[in-house]
């Protein structure tokens, strides 16, 4: 560890600064998301927190990030990982206060790094005072800011959670309020006015900090059909996103205004951003999130539910660069998060899913735009498998134990072999259970090891700061039998092939050009070809 720390403080990077002076550094930032509970444990209590983060600013300087989003760190009710908050000017006293915050802003950006917040306009905590005022009365003005229907025998529609069951319950006087999550998560009523007066000060509040922007939670969310009509259609997790099957719960309208109002609240703060998570089945209808007068970024999840096959891939970095470039906005690519089974064991698990997840890191790397990167998926971690009594996501629990739920991506991050492998200052009690042999992929482990993951990840961060045809410009997608192609071209002219091996056959690839990075060590080439064995991306530069 000291060898690594040793390294680490030694690293220089630049103070934060633009690609280019004309690009705004969020279109091709690549942000590495950080789930607070998980990441680094500062106090010694088995729950990760600010100081911990702290801590570890000089290792994601190292690794050669540009920003840090950091998952919820307000005070919450603890239902579903602190996306139920209860106060949205404050810190969660688990995770420190809002000292330790602005200290966090000040380190990151001496480090050259950026910090974004997560925000979460769509609902609140049922412990909110908000919802406690209107769970107390009726007529209070806090209960016109949710949510509410009569008491009557059936719920006022059909919508479901997405965690499992109707999207409504009860409160102790036999009225109906509406959760489209968790139902300690009562959905915000943004037709009263009172609810966007709110989220302006949240937003000036952490922005006066110097935060850099925010990730919107349910951005597609907010406004529900005027009328609450029942949806024409089940909602299904295993679809891309949402469509018109769920039509008058998701997309309405009226949140473009809302994007447009933050946008312009942004704008007074040079240099923040705004980026959505927007879970709608159709790409081009999540690309109007970004358009030039509202969010800059809304996320591109199709990569992150692609199977592993040409056609998902292509169709995906296809239908993304046309949806994006058709509002002027860069894509902001995701493989991986805190809602979804790691990449190695989504893509086989073994060392087939690694191999194909460091494939995967190459090619989303070298995609122009931005890319989310969610910690430890640059160590390669799998899916951990999390015994049912320690699991805390209301999914499993909502849906009986049908759905595993996400704890297995979000159990702590290894830092060193050590027996608590270095997650917490001292030994405690991770709030999650570290899982056997978790060790192995620990950081420092990895960072002393050419052939590690880490140290993929390393590479290819530094070569897409370096080279102007990695991570933003022009590309264009094509594929032969199941090898996909982007070549990426910068406006200089220079271009970047990543060529990635989808299949299970050595494929031959002719290039004259330089390899510049492989994603697999026995990667060979003679005069004018390269022998691209399956599971395999190169970047190939021209020229
Ligand atoms: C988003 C978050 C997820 C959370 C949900 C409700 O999808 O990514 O973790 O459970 O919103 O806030």
């Not at 990569?303 to 902001?332: C, M, N, T």
């Not at 460091?358 to 989310?372: D, H, V």
Request: hydrophobic share 40%; net charge negative; glycine share 10%.
């Amino acid at each position: 560890m000291a060898v690594r720390l040793a390294t680490v403080r030694t690293a220089t990077r630049p103070q934060v600064a633009a690609r280019t002076s004309s690009s705004p550094w969020w279109r091709s930032a690549v942000v590495y998301q950080v789930y607070l509970r998980s990441f680094a444990d500062g106090n010694g209590d088995g729950i990760g927190d600010l100081a911990g983060l702290r801590s570890r600013l000089p290792y994601l300087a190292w690794l050669g990030v540009d920003a840090v989003w950091i998952n919820p760190h307000y005070p919450s009710g603890g239902a579903d990982g602190g996306y139920d908050i209860v106060d949205y000017r404050a810190v969660d006293p688990e995770y420190g206060d809002v000292a330790d915050l602005e200290a966090l802003v000040a380190e990151a950006r001496a480090l050259g790094l950026r910090i974004v917040l997560d925000v979460v306009p769509n609902h609140t905590s049922d412990r909110h005072p908000w919802f406690q005022a209107a769970l107390a009365d009726p007529d209070s003005p806090e209960a016109a800011r949710y949510h509410f229907a009569p008491p009557s025998e059936e719920p006022p529609n059909n919508w479901q959670s997405l965690f499992g069951g109707p999207a409504w319950s009860r409160t102790p006087d036999g009225r109906w309020y509406l959760h489209l999550f968790a139902p300690e998560q009562p959905d915000l009523n943004w037709r009263d006015p009172a609810v966007a007066a709110d989220f302006e000060r949240t937003l000036r509040f952490w922005l006066d900090r110097g935060v850099s922007g925010f990730r919107v939670d349910v951005a597609y969310g907010l406004f529900k059909d005027a009328g609450l009509r029942n949806n024409p259609g089940a909602y299904s997790p295993t679809l891309f996103g949402h469509g018109p099957e769920q039509a008058m719960t998701w997309n309405q309208p009226e949140v473009h205004d809302v994007w447009r109002q933050w946008r312009s609240i942004c704008d007074e703060y040079p240099g923040t951003m705004l980026v959505g998570e927007v879970c709608l089945a159709d790409p081009r209808e999540v690309a109007l999130y970004s358009r030039p007068d509202e969010m800059h970024q809304s996320f591109s999840f199709r990569l992150l539910k692609s199977p592993w096959s040409v056609e998902s891939f292509a169709d995906g970095v296809r239908s993304a660069l046309d949806a994006f470039g058709a509002v002027g906005a860069p894509v902001s690519w995701v493989l991986g998060n805190h809602d979804k089974d790691r990449q190695v064991t989504r893509f086989g698990g073994g060392a087939v899913g690694t191999a194909r997840a460091r494939a995967a890191a190459l090619l989303m790397l070298a995609l122009p735009g931005s890319a989310y990167v969610y910690a430890g998926d640059e160590l390669g971690l799998p899916q951990a498998v999390v015994p049912d009594e320690a699991k805390r996501d209301p999914i499993f629990f909502r849906s009986g134990g049908a759905r595993p739920g996400r704890d297995g991506c979000r159990v702590p991050m290894p830092w060193n072999p050590s027996p608590g492998v270095g997650f917490s200052t001292r030994p405690a009690e991770p709030w999650l259970p570290v899982p056997d042999g978790w060790d192995r992929y620990a950081v420092s482990r990895q960072s002393r090891d050419g052939g590690s993951m880490l140290i993929l990840y390393r590479r290819a961060l530094a070569l897409r700061e370096a080279h102007p045809a990695l991570g933003s410009g022009e590309a264009t997608v094509s594929t032969r039998g199941d090898v996909l192609t982007v070549r990426c071209t910068a406006a200089d002219g220079s271009a970047v092939r990543c060529v990635v091996n989808m299949g299970s056959e050595t494929s031959l690839v002719r290039s004259r050009g330089t390899v510049l990075l492989a994603s697999n060590t026995s990667v060979r080439r003679s005069s004018a070809t390269v022998a691209l064995p399956p599971h395999t991306a190169i970047w190939l530069a021209e020229g």
